[in-house]
């Protein structure tokens, strides 16, 4: 049974690790400012026909690495919302609000088990899984081709 996360070094999976982190934490900080929006347009009547257009943050202060990026800073009360609501995660971060539990724990608003991020129920959890899984498709591929 292999896997090909072992061809990765513990390095380059804590560094994914931290991008991954960050790339969650400005897509939840964007839902947060999308789903405002979009509550402000439902809660107004409509003053004309064009749609507004709505200008977002540019990603370049969020690069892969995380430069520039202040811990907890763009971590919105909604996204701590998101795990009360969870189903996979509600009861265990209820548990961790007050110390860690288990492998469980609480840091920067984000609940991890051990070292992984556990992310909740979400268009960002979604895209998350088909970029891992498109990413490790091309790896088992190019392992095939290099075997």
Do not use: W
Not at 20 to 44: G, R, S
Not at 66 to 78: A, F, H, L, S, W
């Amino acid at each position: 049974m292999s896997n090909t996360s072992n061809n990765l070094s513990n390095e380059e999976l804590l560094a994914t690790n931290a991008a991954l982190k960050a790339q969650v934490d400005y897509l939840a900080k964007q839902v947060a400012e999308l789903t405002k929006l979009k509550m402000n347009m439902v809660n107004t009547p409509e003053e004309s026909d064009e749609e507004e257009e709505v200008p977002l943050e540019d990603n370049s202060s969020n690069t892969a690495r995380g430069e520039n990026y202040e811990r907890g800073k763009d971590v919105p009360e909604e996204k701590k919302e998101l795990y009360k609501d969870d189903e996979d995660f509600k009861e265990m971060y209820a548990q961790c609000l007050s110390r860690p539990h288990g492998d469980y724990l609480i840091k920067d608003g984000n609940l991890f088990r051990g070292n992984q991020l556990c992310i909740p129920r979400s268009s960002v959890r979604e895209t998350l899984i088909d970029e891992s899984y498109t990413a490790r498709s091309q790896i088992a591929q190019k392992n095939l081709r290099n075997a």
